[in-house]
């Protein structure tokens, strides 16, 4: 493992000096900025217990007139006061978000789809290269494009799929900066955060960047492998951190290892706190369960980290948030999009000349890609599915995520067969694939179906040769699509797949339009079947809808 802590002062100092002109020096460095609930304590405490604003992510997001230990220090100065008016207070002190979000209209008039979507790329961008002093919003370099609604800054696994889209739209230099922006993270922060917020620090999201790598270079060539090789090693560090310290059956941050020495990664969070952006959502939930608070938070936080959050997978009992166990699970889709990290870096060391450590990846792919048919395979459910290290066994719950392995080319023929069985059989839905059989509220749970598990269960069985199931599934997402676009005028985040022309629902906050994804998602799926494509041009509004807006 030579090399690592070298490639990671490198990529710092690197993108540091090349990359950043403008950028505000005081915003980035070792000294991470602490969240808002930190730096506000009390404060923050009560004006997200007090519920001031109906969502729990608008206090976070909005910008300080002076500084926290200042607005703090009149805080408990004034608060116990006769009359004292909390909302009162945060308005004096506090004004609008930055940047205040996309403005996403609906379409207008008989507006084609496809060129809706075309429109809303420039609403959907952001350029950020200075912030205002005190916000939580993290600079960044490049413009970018956001996801939308109150989605307002860069997200990491959304960014792949928005990618997508943009390379079919012919905005490959956008997309090129949005991958500067990430290794411009991986510099700064030796980590892709969740999202550019202070309170997002703490944690990562799934390992997409070795894919966005892929994806520049289908255009750019193989030399991208090397330009990025430095964050690439640096992303890799970051998950694998600890991994010559943690003992047989023990777990460290990101890494399990398993009794007979098996190496493999889980997702997790530095912090044991509620999320800011979800405060009183997460202080209610610990109250409801009888395990210490902090232990709930740290897993509440990690399942943050999977993007799947939340969903029946990570709890005990299926369907009661408080019971919620990530940190106790070994995901397939996780270690799929590991296993495709490491093979990146054999490619890039491989094109860099380095022989040694190209077959040192190459070895720790293939370790990994057997772990996972080994321990994440449940032959009785014929799906991949997360792997209960402390128990000793597989969850048997059947998603979505069971595809990862098909996207990233990590099953057998057979598993992928029994796999398409099972998606036929039980995950193929009127509108698309179902994130999961169980409907428990939550947001990544049924009825929902999300455009980014839509491409790797299409992508992911037309590897395998099942090019019919694969079909059939974008056939039915993208007419789900069109459906809502006709009906509402505008493109959301999730959808009930349940029917057709559902939206989507549950979890912690109103369904949101845009949609970044979405939007990435059902241009990609148009470049590869020429009839969805054209379907979709020529959708409009209907005469209706089109009279309401």
Known sequence: ????????????????????????????????????????????????????????????DLIPAAAPQDILNEYNAVRTFPGFDLTAFVNQYFSGPTPPGPTINPASGNQHLLDYIESLWPALQQKTTTVPAYSTLLPLPYP???????????????????????????QHALAVDMLKDFAFEIGVYHHIPNGNRSYYLSRSQPPFFALMVDLIAQQDGDGTYVSYLAELQAEYDYWMQGENEVLPGRADRHLVRLLDGTLLNRYWDERRAPRDESYKEDVKTASQSSRPAPEVWRNLRAAAESGWDFSSRWLADGTTLSTIRTIDLLPPDLNSLLAHLEQTLAKAYHLNGDAALSAEYEQRAQARIDAI????????????????????????????????????????????????????????????????????????????????LQWIGVMGLRNYGLAALAEEIATRWVAQNIAVYRQEAKLVEKYDVSETGGMGGGGEYATQIGFGWTNGVLLALGSLYPSLKAAAEAATPNAQTAMAQ
């Open 1 to 60: 493992m030579r090399h690592r802590r070298l490639f990671g002062l490198l990529a710092a100092f690197s993108v540091w000096l090349f990359l950043v002109p403008g950028v505000q020096a005081q915003s980035v460095g070792p000294d991470y900025p602490d969240p808002p609930s930190i730096e506000y304590r009390n404060l923050y405490r009560d004006v997200e217990l007090a519920s001031v604003f109906p969502d729990s992510k608008t206090f976070p």
């Open 373 to 452: 048919r080994r321990v994440m395979w449940d032959g009785e459910t014929g799906v991949f599915t997360d792997y209960d290290w402390r128990e000793g066994r597989t969850t048997q719950t059947v998603t979505a995520a069971t595809l990862y392995p098909l996207f990233l080319n990590v099953a057998t023929a057979e598993q992928a067969q029994m796999i398409a069985n099972v998606v036929m059989s039980k995950l193929l839905q009127p509108g698309g694939l179902a994130t999961s059989l169980v409907n428990s509220g939550q947001q990544w749970d049924a009825p929902n179906g999300w455009a980014p």
């Open 144 to 170: 970018y494009v956001v996801p939308g609604g109150r989605f307002r800054e860069f997200y990491y696994w959304d960014s792949y799929f928005t990618m997508l889209g943009l390379e079919q739209d012919g």
